[in-house]
């Protein structure tokens, strides 16, 4: 399926592992397949940009025969026991291809705003060396935090703890602050961006160090 046209790149393909295409007097309807074998990531059908743009490719190529109305776009994902689908009109489809054909422009300009996140930066190549990445994880720790209660013994009242005379084992000193479930609850989306980064960054560091460079503060030892 070539969806070149909704691009500033030429010879943009992709290969179809199933489609169907039928018509009726109300426009023609079809079904795409995408069989993902892998079973680290599961992925969904719903606004899959990869699905849609297959779409586009299949709408390019045959609506002047079947005038297509509808797509169905499914995954099948067998090694993970997952099978997915999704229904988008044409008129939608359409309206996805405008806007990647104005952010694909977009993406190719010197300044290009980078938006950093754990998917999309999920298997990018140069991450560990991208300020956008810095900025965005800063800006999680600034978010998560800014906007939670401030970090207080639950249930603990201020009063002096007098231990002058009295028995040691009578002495109990006052609860700790703690994250709370609502704390904890605000972090965890965040888990695989910040860690795929720091090893991301790790290994670039590593690389550096073994080519010669100096990084301050570390060193490579045998072993």
């Not at 969904?44 to 109305?69: C, H, R, S, T, V």
Request: with cysteine; net charge neutral.
């Amino acid at each position: 399926m070539d969806f070149t046209r909704w691009t500033p790149l030429t010879d943009q393909t992709g290969t179809a592992d199933h489609v169907a295409i039928w018509g009726s007097r109300f426009g023609g309807d079809v079904i795409f397949t995408d069989l993902k074998y892998g079973k680290g990531v599961k992925v969904f059908a719903e606004d899959n940009p990869q699905l849609m743009m297959y779409a586009l490719g299949i709408y390019d190529e045959w609506d002047w025969a079947y005038d297509i109305k509808k797509f169905t776009l499914r995954i099948c994902q067998p090694r993970l026991g997952h099978f997915d689908s999704w229904e988008i009109t044409t008129k939608d489809l359409l309206r996805f291809g405008e806007k990647v054909h104005r952010g694909a422009h977009q993406a190719l300009q010197p300044d290009a705003p980078r938006r950093a996140g754990e998917k999309q930066c999920r298997f990018c190549k140069v991450k560990a060396t991208c300020p956008a990445v810095l900025d965005a994880i800063g800006q999680i720790a600034d978010d998560t935090f800014d906007v939670l209660e401030p970090l207080t013994p639950a249930g603990a009242k201020r009063q002096a703890l007098v231990v002058d005379k009295a028995p040691k084992s009578l002495v109990a000193l006052p609860p700790v602050a703690e994250l709370t479930t609502q704390h904890l609850a605000r972090i965890l989306p965040y888990r695989k961006m910040v860690e795929g980064w720091f090893k991301a960054a790790y290994t670039e560091a590593e690389r550096r160090a073994l080519d010669g460079q100096t990084v301050e503060g570390w060193k490579i030892v045998d072993g």
